[in-house]
C-alpha cells in the first residue's frame, strides 16, 4: 500500500520552495514559446518569481523532510536568501544586458531559475545524494547559460572549458561519496558523523582520504587554489550578467555544502581539514591577489579577485567553530553586494559590439560620467576592505573568527595580500579620476540595471554602517533560532 503520510501535501513542505521555482521555470518557457511578443516582462516575472520564493523561505523553521535527505533550516534559509539574491539582481542586469547583447532566447532565464532550483536543494541536503542532484541541476544549468550567445566564440570555448572541468570534478566528488559510503555504510551527512566518531574509524586514512576528494570537488565549485584554473577563462568568456550571477549564487551555495558537510558529517576530523583548508587559503589568496595585479582587463581581474575572496570566505570555515562560519556566511552575502555593483558597471557601460571590459575603457569616466564612477568607486572600496564599507566589515569577522581559532599566519596572510589588492582595485579608481577620457560613453540607466545599482550601494553603505544586524542574523540562522 502506499504511504499517504509520504504523498501528504504536509511532506512537500520542505521543498515548497524549490517546486515554486520548478514551476516559474516552466511557465517562463511556456511564455517564451506560445507568446514571443511578451519576451519584456521574463526578466520582471523572474524577479517576482525569486521575491516569492525567497519569502516561502522566510518562513521555513526548521523543517525535516524525505526521512532527513532535506534539512530546511534556519542555515539553509540564509544560504537561500543569497542564492536568490543572485537571481533577482541577476536577472535586472539582464534587462539591460540582454538589450544592448541582442540576445533572444528566452530560455535564458528559465536556466537561471533552474540554476537556483539545484541550489536551493544543495543548502537544504542532509544526503549526499540530495547534494549530489541538486549540484548537478545547478552547474548543467550554468554551463548552457555561459554558452548562451551562440554566435560569440569566448562564450563556446568558455562553455566547453567549464564543462569538461566541472565533469571532471563532479567525478571526483561522486569518487569520494562512493569511499565514505564503502565505510560508513550511510549517505545520510549526519548519520556519516555518528559512524565516523567510532574508535576504529577515526584512523581510518581510506575515510579521510574519501573526505579529501570531497573537499577537492567542492573547492573546484568555489574556485579555491588549486581548483580555480577555469575561472578566468569562464568569467570571460561568460556574458557578464552571467558571470555577475556565477559569483554570487554558485559561490554561496558551495560554501554552504562546504561548512553542512564538515561541521555536520566530519566534526571529528577538525583538526586535520582545518589544517588542509589553511594551506589552500593561503594559496588560494597568494594566486588570486598576485595574479590580478598583471590584468589589463576588469571582468577578468574581477575573476581572480574572486578566487581570492573564495580564500578570505574559506578562513571562517576553516576556524571550525561557529563564530567562524557566521562570519563566512555574513562575508559571502557582503560580496554578493559589492560583486554584483562592479559587474553591473560593467554591464551599463558595455553597447553592442563593444563590451568595454578593459581598463583602458574606463579612463575619465569621473569626467564624462561622474554618477558610474562613483558607484564604481564605492564598490572597489569595498572589494579592497577599506572602511566604513560592508567589506571591511566582513574580512575584520573573519579576521577576528581565525585569529580565535589560532590560525595566526593564516590571518597574517589575509592581511597582507589584502594589502596587495588595493592596488589593482584602486587602478581601476586612478584610471576613472585621474586620466583622459578616451570617448563619450553614452549611459541609459535602464530600470532593471538602476535597481541592481540602488540594491547593491544599499548593501555596501548599510551593512558598513550598521553591521551587527548582520551579524546577529547569520548568528541565529547558523544555531537555529
Not at 548562451?148 to 566564440?153: A, E, K, M, V
Not at 552575502?333 to 553597447?351: D, S, T
Not at 581598463?359 to 560620467?369: M, Q, V
Not at 570617448?439 to 553603505?461: N, Q
Request: proline residues 4%; charged residues 10%; neutral net charge.
Amino acid at each position: 500500500m502506499i504511504d499517504t503520510a509520504f504523498v501528504s501535501w504536509k511532506a512537500f513542505q520542505p521543498i515548497l520552495p524549490e517546486m515554486f521555482l520548478v514551476c516559474i521555470g516552466l511557465f517562463l518557457i511556456g511564455l517564451d514559446l506560445f507568446a514571443p511578443k511578451r519576451r519584456e516582462l521574463l526578466p520582471w516575472l523572474t524577479v517576482i518569481g525569486s521575491l516569492a520564493a525567497m519569502i516561502m523561505v522566510a518562513g521555513e523553521k526548521g523543517v525535516t523532510g524525505f526521512g532527513g535527505m532535506i534539512l530546511a533550516d534556519s542555515y539553509a534559509a540564509f544560504f537561500k536568501v543569497i542564492c536568490l539574491l543572485g537571481v533577482i539582481l541577476a536577472a535586472l542586469m539582464s534587462e539591460h544586458f540582454r538589450r544592448t547583447e541582442g540576445l533572444k532566447q528566452g530560455e535564458y532565464y528559465a536556466l537561471m531559475v533552474f540554476s537556483a532550483v539545484g541550489m536551493l536543494f544543495m543548502v537544504s541536503a542532509g544526503d549526499l545524494m540530495v547534494l549530489y542532484l541538486g549540484l548537478e541541476l545547478m552547474a548543467l544549468s550554468v554551463y548552457c547559460l555561459v554558452g548562451l550567445p551562440r554566435n560569440d566564440g569566448r562564450s563556446a570555448e568558455a562553455a566547453m572549458k567549464y564543462l569538461l572541468m566541472g565533469g571532471f570534478a563532479s567525478a571526483i566528488l561522486l569518487y569520494g561519496m562512493s569511499i565514505v559510503y564503502g565505510l560508513t555504510g550511510t549517505t545520510n551527512i549526519a548519520a556519516i558523523a555518528e559512524m565516523a566518531a567510532k574508535g576504529d574509524m577515526l584512523r581510518n586514512a581510506a575515510l579521510l582520504g574519501g573526505l579529501g576528494f570531497m573537499i577537492a570537488a567542492f573547492c573546484f565549485k568555489v574556485a579555491i587554489a588549486p581548483f580555480h584554473f577555469w575561472t578566468p577563462d569562464v568569467y570571460e568568456g561568460a556574458p557578464t550578467a552571467i558571470t555577475a550571477f556565477m559569483s554570487v549564487g554558485p559561490k554561496a551555495a558551495g560554501f554552504a555544502v562546504f561548512g553542512r558537510v564538515l561541521f555536520t558529517g566530519f566534526p571529528q576530523f577538525q583538526a586535520d581539514w582545518g589544517t588542509l583548508l589553511a594551506g589552500l587559503a593561503l594559496l588560494t589568496m597568494a594566486i588570486g591577489n598576485i595574479t590580478a595585479l598583471s590584468q589589463t582587463s576588469i571582468k577578468r581581474m574581477l575573476a581572480y579577485s574572486a578566487v581570492a575572496h573564495a580564500g578570505y570566505s574559506l578562513l571562517g570555515v576553516l576556524s571550525g567553530t561557529a563564530e567562524g562560519l557566521s562570519a563566512t556566511m555574513s562575508y559571502l552575502l557582503i560580496y554578493g553586494f559589492m560583486n554584483m555593483g562592479a559587474f553591473a558597471i560593467l554591464v551599463l557601460l558595455a553597447g553592442p559590439g563593444n563590451r568595454r571590459e578593459s581598463l583602458e575603457d574606463y579612463k575619465g569616466l569621473a569626467k564624462t560620467n561622474p554618477l558610474a564612477a562613483l558607484l564604481m568607486l564605492v564598490f572597489m572600496f569595498s572589494l579592497t576592505g577599506i572602511p566604513p564599507t560592508a567589506g571591511f566589515i566582513g574580512k575584520f569577522y573573519l579576521l577576528k573568527a581565525a585569529l580565535a581559532a589560532g590560525y595566526t599566519k593564516t590571518v597574517i596572510g589575509l592581511v597582507i595580500f589584502s594589502s596587495i589588492s588595493a592596488y589593482f582595485y584602486l587602478r581601476v579608481v586612478r584610471y576613472m579620476y585621474m586620466s583622459d577620457p578616451k570617448e563619450e560613453i553614452a549611459i541609459e540607466y535602464t530600470p532593471g540595471i538602476s535597481w541592481v545599482l540602488g540594491i547593491a550601494l544599499l548593501g555596501v553603505v548599510g551593512i558598513g554602517l550598521l553591521p551587527s544586524s548582520l551579524i546577529g542574523q547569520a548568528a541565529t540562522a547558523l544555531l537555529g533560532q
